[in-house]
């Protein structure tokens, strides 16, 4: 990314990374921290959306953060191709689970422990081959960067 790039974070939750980047890369990125409730901790504002429209033009930003966020999303493919829209790369990090029986256990996990912070219910835990075929049916480009079991980290352009 370039120095003084735009980055969103979307479902950035407390705001913690973006923190947690400006104070190794101060003034080398500027952060948009975007989420449908707020609960951010972070020195930068929170702009609330509804999970699905994005209130930016297109390209805005140089990368999108989707970092454990696409699980958690009821419309998952429609906020990858949000993402998409405003910028000119999305980077995600997601959860892989290769066994279906600790997927579904991972999906009522995962729910019940939102559902007390008033979070969308998302049912989308997905294998390896799952998460790119689901990337890939959003964007042709994808790049499956970086292993780092068992949080995968792609980027999608």
Sequence with gaps: LPKGGRIIDIGAGSGTIADMLSKYKEGYFSFTLVDVIDWNISKFPVVLFDGEHLPFADKEFDAALLLDVLHHSEKDEQLMKEAL???????????????RLVQI??????????????????LH?????????????????????????????????
């Design 125 to 157: 835990h997905r294998n390896r081959k799952q998460w790119m075929e689901f990337l890939k049916g959003v964007s042709p480009r994808v790049q499956y960067f970086h292993e780092s079991d068992p949080h995968p980290i792609f980027i999608v352009e």
């Design 85 to 99: 829209r405003v910028a000119k790369k999305v980077i995600i990090l997601d959860i892989v689970l290769e066994n």
């Design 105 to 122: 256990w991972e999906n009522v996990h995962d729910n019940l422990q939102w559902i007390l912070y008033g979070m969308p219910i998302g």
